[in-house]
């Protein structure tokens, strides 16, 4: 991984900059925060049981039952909540219009699943420490700004999010009997770089996929890389292909194709891969039913 350098890379174009940050190519990739090592025990059993009880399989074909409704079987509403977080240097700099345009990329992305969203709050603040959001500080702000339930969706965008990625959201996990205060699981959400906002001044990524990707995790999925390997269970969802590499862009001619012994291509168009915004089209059958059954066992009426 090429953490440190690109992120030195990025807090050096950037601490130039006047209002408005200048189109930057510092993210050469998509790197996100989230894989399976920094799953529960709890969500492993879960993911496991929901593979071989409802998926035959991790063999890039379709299985019968999941292809014919790509849709939830049940509208699924959730509340989410907005938090920007800007350094004072760049007050101002993610606007309304840039917020307004990301929650509509949300849940364009999502209509096709059936999940749609609801904004329940919008908050902004600037906070030179929070808007990078590393240790103690991610905890401050999310104890000061999160809202809701651990059914709430709460999305922190930071204008300057640490570690040289793009985002990071925590999966879904069991938060015990009955209704714990917010207290005890105040790390659930999402953290997101805020010029991956339309808009935002990341080439590649600024049409708001990368909250579509990073809410894909929170709602339950992996990457469709996810062990990097052509064997094993992978993503633990049987109709997309076996993986073995991240994808950087979006090589479609030729068709990239990492695990030319298994069945069909890389599924670089999907939402769960690291392709460029402009490459991601969907989610499939076999994610959707997913993010359904793991709504139902952890957020659902929490
Ligand atoms: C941003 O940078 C890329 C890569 O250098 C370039 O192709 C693109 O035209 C630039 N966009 C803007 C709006 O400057
Ligand atoms: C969940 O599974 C992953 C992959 O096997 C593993 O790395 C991780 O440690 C597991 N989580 C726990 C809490 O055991
Ligand atoms: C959540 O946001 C709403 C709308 O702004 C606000 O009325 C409510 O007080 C917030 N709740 C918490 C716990 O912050
Ligand atoms: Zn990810």
Redesign the pocket.
């Known amino acids: 991984m090429h953490f440190t350098s690109i992120f030195l890379g990025l807090a050096g174009l950037l601490a130039s900059a006047s209002a408005k940050p200048a189109n930057t190519t510092a993210y050469k990739h998509f790197e996100c925060g989230v ?10 059993q879960t993911i496991r049981a929901m593979h071989q009880g409802v998926f035959k399989a991790h063999s890039g074909t379709q299985v019968a039952g999941i292809v014919a409704r790509a849709a939830a079987a049940q509208p699924i509403a959730v509340d989410v909540a907005f938090h920007v977080i800007t350094t004072a240097a760049k007050e101002g700099t993610i606007s309304q219009k840039m917020v307004d345009d990301q929650f509509a990329a949300l849940n364009t992305a999502y209509a096709p699943t059936n999940i749609q969203f609801k904004r329940v709050a919008t908050t902004y603040t600037t906070n030179d420490a929070w808007a990078v959001g590393a240790g103690s500080d991610a905890t401050a702000l999310k104890t000061a700004l999160r809202n809701g339930t651990y059914a709430t969706l709460n999305v922190y965008f930071l204008t300057d999010l640490a570690g040289s990625i793009l985002g990071t959201c925590s999966l879904p996990s069991n938060i015990g009997p009955g209704t714990p205060d917010p207290s005890t699981y105040i790390g659930d959400g999402c953290m997101i770089q805020a010029n991956t906002m339309p808009g935002g001044n990341i080439y590649g990524f600024n049409q708001g996929k990368t909250t579509v990707h990073e809410v894909g995790h929170w709602m339950g999925l992996l990457h469709t890389f996810e ?1 990097y390997s052509c064997s094993g269970n992978g993503d633990f969802v049987a109709d997309t292909p076996m993986q073995s590499t991240s994808t950087d862009g979006c090589p479609s001619k030729p068709a990239k194709d990492s695990c030319p012994q298994n069945v069909g291509v890389d599924p670089i168009h999907n939402y769960m891969d690291y392709s460029d915004d402009a490459c991601y089209t969907n989610f499939t059958p076999g994610q959707t039913k997913r993010m359904a059954g793991m709504w139902a066992a952890y957020r659902a009426n929490r």
């Open positions: 894989d399976i090592s920094r799953a529960s025990a709890h969500f492993n062990g």
